[in-house]
């Protein structure tokens, strides 16, 4: 059972354009909405992260929508770079679960 | 500082032999997880160690796979009578005191191929 939903499986955006990237969960036990960044040859890096008690957070260009009656959230990058061309990927976990559950990624290409 | 480092970054194995992973986290962080990423999806947790003891191993898939971490740093991830099924990216992640899996900061990965 995929706990995780992620779409689109890829996508392709315009320099400066805005990228929209959504999950919806199934487990009504998660409460932390983390978004990881995975390059070629790298391992997954935390970009930026949500808990249920706030619906929407930003830092920078990046901001995560939460949506908790419909489960699901979604990361937005703002004035898309070449340079965030990568994989994206949304994950869930819940309280002392010591672990997380992870969508299957998004591919973002930005084009120059 | 150093992050999260992993050996060997690429193995290739027949089918059927014993392999190890290793994972050396970030310098005082209790927390280390194992994740599993096959082409084209996100990693799959498979167990995740505070301090010495395992405490959650339920998603290592069966009993050829098995994990240690006998000084709660390095941990070793142990693969018996490997399969091509096992080909994917073993990843290891290691936390900081308390932040559980809120941050978790990712290796590079292994990549094991099965043939």
């Known amino acids: 059972q995929q706990q995780v939903k992620q779409s689109p499986q890829s996508l392709i955006v315009q320099k400066g354009g805005i990228s929209i990237i959504n999950c919806a969960y199934e487990n009504t036990a998660f409460d932390y909405f983390p978004w990881y960044q995975q390059f070629p040859g790298k391992g997954p890096a935390l970009l930026i992260a949500i808990r249920p008690d706030v619906s929407e957070k930003k830092e920078g260009r990046f901001t995560i929508s939460f949506n908790k009656s419909a489960k699901q959230f979604s990361l937005h990058i703002m004035d898309s770079q070449p340079g965030d061309s990568a994989t994206y990927f949304c994950a869930a976990s819940a309280s002392n679960a010591g672990k997380s559950t992870f969508g299957d990624g998004t591919t973002l290409t930005v084009k120059p | 500082g150093a992050g999260v480092s992993q050996t060997p970054s690429n193995k290739v194995t027949e089918k059927g032999k014993y392999v190890e992973l290793r994972c050396d986290p970030i310098s005082g962080h209790t927390a280390l997880y194992w994740y599993r990423q096959s082409l084209g999806q996100g990693p799959e947790f498979l167990i995740y160690f505070q301090g010495t003891g395992a405490a959650d191993d339920s998603g290592l898939p069966n009993d050829r796979f098995f994990a240690v971490r006998p000084e709660g740093s390095v941990s070793t991830l142990k693969i018996q009578r490997t399969e091509r099924g096992d080909s994917a990216v073993y990843l290891c992640?290691?936390?900081?005191?308390?932040?559980?899996?809120?941050?978790?900061?990712f290796g590079a990965g292994t990549r094991l191929s099965v043939l």
């Open positions: 992640a290691s936390s900081p005191v308390g932040a559980g899996a809120d941050i978790q900061y």
